[in-house]
């Protein structure tokens, strides 16, 4: 079952400090100030293209889309057994990062009555290893095969779908195959939806103006979310909310996306060209990967950018902080909590003697000792003279998670525009994976296969063998 919603708690709440002397580690009022006049524009801007349909910014859209395709569709799967994926990169994180952040932990080894929604495999890296064990543990018949590219040619998302795919014709046929796969791409690009014409398979259509790390709200993301029992509707609904929130409030002060865009961006001219995020919530630790892709895809160009960290609170707590603390003052901190967690356990008394001075945890709330744990991270790295900006959200469910998506997406896309960078491209990615194409043979790439060659030979890599 998923996660209780609770319809009356706020959105998100963040702290940040500007120290009486007017700087908060180097960071003035006025520099947020001045931030704010160029995120005004930057704002306007984003609305005006996303009412456009510009390409890439469609993802503003999102929560106002018509789902009913895809809760049809994830109803469909929620009465298999079990659901494998192929995607990869923002075709899997935000599946992973709603999964982790929505349903109970160890959701696959739940008992069938307790889950009410098929196991889930995401097969994302090209790893022979996972992909054998995956079809080791589903019953094909009783699984769904869902394959999600939006461009509908990416090389490792392919070659999964198409190990999957010739081990369930040969288990079932194709006929009865084709029944158990569903297609999710773009209307126009690649391979994947004349393939879906050609098998007669489902499909879902993820819109052409939206980029793959902004399509969690898409199909690309909702229809894995629905078939697993989570609530999309309440998910886009706390997106909408949170993008209504935005689209009304014009300064950095009162603007909780202008204000971190401005933060980032500040902190990020004044050399820290890291960004910490630091969840105290075991299942937000996923939404730092798709954090990750998100600002590092979206912001690393032209020579600009600042690097993703994922941490986790209280594990990184007992890894990092030293660093974090008292090494170079190179990273800007987000540090998150959930008010009310999903679970709450009274630490137990006992009696040993040996044990006496644990007295202190006796009968206090784990989530307590949570909470402390965020609160004295945050000082720490506040007392070393580091930026650390607390965000709180009231309750972890549907509609704070939606809310949470829409604004870091829009924090991001703004931080995109203050930089002067085009959030919604990725050369860099589409590079990597043309010399993939070449070095694998791929018609047309043979190009970039030289290019790699004359490469490696120019930066003349050496080798070493031991
Ligand atoms: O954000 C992006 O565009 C990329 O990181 C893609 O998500 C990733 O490369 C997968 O691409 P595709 O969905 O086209 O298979």
Redesign the pocket.
């Known amino acids: 079952m998923p996660r209780e919603n609770n319809r009356d708690a706020g959105l998100l709440k963040i702290s940040y400090g500007m120290a009486a002397g007017g700087g908060a580690s180097g960071v003035t009022a006025r520099a947020l100030e001045e931030c704010g006049e160029l995120l005004a524009r930057g704002d306007d801007h984003l609305r005006k293209s996303a009412a456009e349909g510009r390409d890439g910014v469609g993802w503003i859209n999102l929560p106002g889309k018509d789902v009913a395709d895809v809760e049809e569709a994830g109803k469909w799967i929620s009465g298999f057994g079990a659901m494998v994926q192929a ?5 899997a994180l935000g599946n992973l990062m709603l999964h982790g952040a929505l349903l109970p932990p160890y959701w696959n080894e739940l008992p069938r009555e307790k889950r009410g929604g098929p196991r889930f495999y995401m097969a994302d890296n090209v790893d022979p290893a996972d992909n054998r064990m995956i079809w080791n543990l589903i019953d094909p018949a009783d699984t769904v095969f869902t394959v ?7 090389a490792e ?1 392919m070659a999964n779908f198409l190990f999957f795919w010739d081990r369930l014709k040969v288990e079932l046929g194709p006929e009865k195959a084709a029944e158990r796969v569903v297609v999710v791409t773009d209307e126009k690009t690649g391979v994947l939806r004349p393939f879906a014409d050609e098998i007669g398979c489902r499909r879902l259509v993820l819109p052409a103006d939206v ?3 902004f399509s969690v709200l898409s199909p690309v993301g909702l229809l894995s979310a629905a078939a697993l029992g989570i609530d999309i509707k309440k998910l886009l609904g706390g997106a909408a909310e949170m993008d209504g929130i935005l689209a009304s409030k014009k300064t950095v002060t009162d603007n909780p996306a202008w204000l971190m865009a401005a933060l980032s961006v500040a902190h990020y001219r004044q050399g820290r060209n890291m960004t910490v995020l630091m969840p105290y919530e075991d299942a937000l630790e996923r939404f730092c990967e798709w954090f990750a ?1 998100l600002w590092g ?1 979206s912001l690393g160009k032209n020579g600009m950018g600042s690097t993703p960290v994922r941490a986790l609170g209280a594990i990184d707590q007992h890894s990092q902080i030293q660093l974090y603390t008292e090494g170079p003052d190179d990273k800007f901190f987000t540090v998150m909590t959930v008010a009310e967690p999903a679970e709450e356990i009274t630490i137990p008394e006992t009696e040993e003697g040996a044990l006496a001075s644990l007295s202190y945890l006796f009968g206090q709330s784990m989530n307590s000792l949570r909470r402390y744990e965020a609160l004295s991270t945050a000082a720490a790295i506040g007392k070393s003279g580091k930026p650390v900006v607390t965000m709180e959200l009231p309750v972890l469910d549907e509609r704070q998670l939606g809310g949470l998506i829409q604004f870091y997406e829009y924090f991001t896309a703004l931080a995109g525009w203050a930089l002067d960078v085009n959030p919604f491209d ?1 050369p860099g ?1 589409e590079r990597g ?1 043309n010399y993939t194409y070449g070095l694998m043979g791929r018609e047309n790439y043979s190009d970039q296969a030289l290019e790699v060659t004359d490469l490696a030979e120019k930066l003349s890599m050496r080798e070493v063998s031991v």
Do not use: A, F, M
């Not at 999600?148 to 990416?154: F, L, Q, R, V, Y």
């Open positions: 995607g990869i990169g923002g075709s999600i590219s939006k461009s509908g040619s990416t998302t980029g793959g790390r892709q895809e990725q990615v994976k």
